[in-house]
């Protein structure tokens, strides 16, 4: 057992609040003034990052400054007052504090625009302290630790960029990824967060879950999933981030004293709010650092079959899109993980190639 999560340090744009819109307008506009083509939406999510000194220095060497300064809060403010709070912001900012955790702000947002969307959401109340304007929160994260006594393995950093991940890992502390900003999937797999989650609901999730059991070790993650049989003889699948966008079987880990069929059952209900009857063990595999999966892990997957008593799929906040299929379909039809593409070839009976 590890420690308890004390503390949350939360990033604000892209992580609490949806202010790309006007960020990405303002951005364009400095480009325009300095006779630069302005960029798709694409271009921005794939080329811009944190610090953002070191972003212009590369795509606009001539600029000053106090010019990219003055062209970006000129258009910034016009669309300030539309900023939304993104959803689930205000239910783990209060979960947080209802817990007495230590909530702290950091964020490269100016002061001035932090304060004028804080009082018009109503949530400067829920932080201890916010720490703006920091350009590189990488030489910031560490004073707000020891000003307030927080200990690292203890402290949580919820962000959405590669940044916030880097800064995190910086002063020891647990980074959580969000894919509500700024940065996609792929960049942020590539930093390697500690936890990555669809939304705030997910983070939100894993505190009411984990965060007073403490991080885990550094030993193997025992899991189970199960190939679901439903009606026609189809099994259901699902698509989730944690792997790629592939697709794959219900499952999750193992709690402490849990027998694993109890395991199986509680996690795919949680999962499709499905319940399970005629459970029977197929395999385990062992799975070290599979690409695929967002991080590397070691985890030792216990597979089952299993049919599924007539209800309606209910995701959770874990998957993104489900499926009813015929197995040997989905092998041919559907980007699966290996791991399922494994167990579905198992239960089949297919025989893989040498090397396979």
């Given amino acids: 057992m ?11 744009s892209g992580t609490l609040v949806d202010d790309f819109p006007p960020v990405f307008a ?34 606009l060497p001539r600029a000053t400054f106090e010019e990219l300064d003055r062209h970006y809060h000129d258009v910034f403010r016009t669309m ?9 912001a205000r239910e783990i900012l209060e979960y947080a504090c209802g817990e007495g955790m230590g909530v702290y702000l950091l964020s490269t947002i100016h002061s001035r625009h932090w304060e004028r969307q804080a009082a018009r959401l109503d949530v400067a109340r829920y932080f201890r302290k916010a720490y703006t304007g920091a350009i590189d929160k990488r030489g910031v994260i560490g004073g707000l630790l020891r000003e307030h006594g927080a200990v690292p393995g203890e402290t949580l950093f919820v962000g959405d960029m590669r940044h916030d991940v880097d ?23 590539r930093s390697q967060p500690d936890h990555l989650f669809r939304d705030l609901f997910g983070v939100l999730g894993f505190l009411r879950r984990h965060a007073r059991e403490g991080p885990r070790g550094g030993f193997p993650i025992a899991t189970v999933g199960a190939l679901v049989f439903g009606e026609g003889g189809r099994v259901l699948l699902v698509q989730t981030h944690k792997w790629s966008d592939l697709w794959g079987i ?6 402490r004293g849990e027998r694993a069929e109890d395991a199986l059952s509680r996690e795919v209900f949680e999962e499709t709010g499905l319940r399970l009857v005629d459970i029977r063990y ?14 590397p892990e070691h985890f030792l997957l216990m597979n089952y ?12 906040d874990e998957a993104s899109r489900h499926a009813w299929i015929d197995a040997r ?23 893989r190639g040498p090397g396979a």
Avoid: H, M
């Fill in 305 to 316: 079959t299993a049919a599924a008593l007539p209800g309606e799929v209910t995701l959770n």
């Fill in 2 to 12: 590890g420690v308890a999560i004390r503390n949350v340090i939360f990033d604000w």
């Fill in 282 to 295: 197929v395999e385990t595999q062992d799975c070290i650092d599979c690409p695929e999966f967002f991080r």
């Fill in 329 to 351: 379909e989905a092998l041919t039809t559907l980007p699966l993980n290996t791991p399922t593409r494994r167990l579905i070839e198992r239960v089949l009976g297919v025989t």
């Fill in 250 to 255: 219900p499952g999750g880990k193992i709690r």
């Fill in 26 to 59: 303002a951005t364009n506009a400095i480009f325009r003034a300095f006779g630069e083509e302005p960029w798709t939406e694409g271009q921005f999510r794939e080329r811009f990052y944190l610090p953002f000194t070191e972003f212009y220095r590369q795509w």
């Fill in 167 to 189: 800064t995190a890992r910086s002063a020891g502390v647990l980074a959580a990824a969000v894919l509500t900003g700024y940065d996609s999937l792929e960049k942020l797999k």
């Fill in 80 to 88: 300030e007052d539309q900023i939304p709070l993104l959803p689930g």
